[in-house]
């Protein structure tokens, strides 16, 4: 059985940072792609970033380029999400999740984790 966990949202300040973590398991965490997405209130789930399993490729939503870094450890099984610059609009239930290969649709992901909340404040 296959289990996506998040971890590491909170509530932070505007040009505050946090990391996101998210551990799977039940897979071959070195052969699927990694990636996260959000939901904010009112909102479609959004993509974030992505990071491919054959060649470590990381893509990026245009809002978050230069300001979220998302990175792997295979040994971990684990996927991380450093943001940093937090803006308010930022705020969101961030959602981790797994696929066969990258994309910035939701549809072509699998196994979804429960999500975390992260909410910045003005």
């Known amino acids: 059985q296959v289990q996506v966990v998040e971890s590491g949202g909170g509530l932070v300040q505007a040009g505050g940072s946090l990391r996101l973590s998210c551990t799977a398991s039940?897979?071959?965490?070195?052969?699927?792609?990694m990636a996260w997405f959000r939901q904010a209130p009112g909102k479609e789930r959004e993509f974030v970033a992505a990071?491919?399993?054959?060649?470590?490729?990381?893509y990026y939503a245009d809002s978050m380029k230069g300001r979220f870094t998302i990175s792997r450890d295979n040994a971990k099984n684990t996927v991380y999400l450093l943001m940093n610059s937090l803006k308010p609009e930022d705020t969101a239930v961030y959602y981790c999740?797994?696929?066969?290969?990258?994309?910035?649709?939701?549809?072509?992901?699998?196994?979804w984790g429960q999500g975390t909340q992260v909410t910045v404040s003005s």
């Open positions: 999740t797994t696929g066969l290969t990258t994309s910035l649709s939701p549809k072509s992901y699998v196994h």
């Open positions: 039940g897979l071959t965490f070195s052969r699927v792609a």
């Open positions: 990071i491919s399993w054959s060649t470590g490729n990381t």
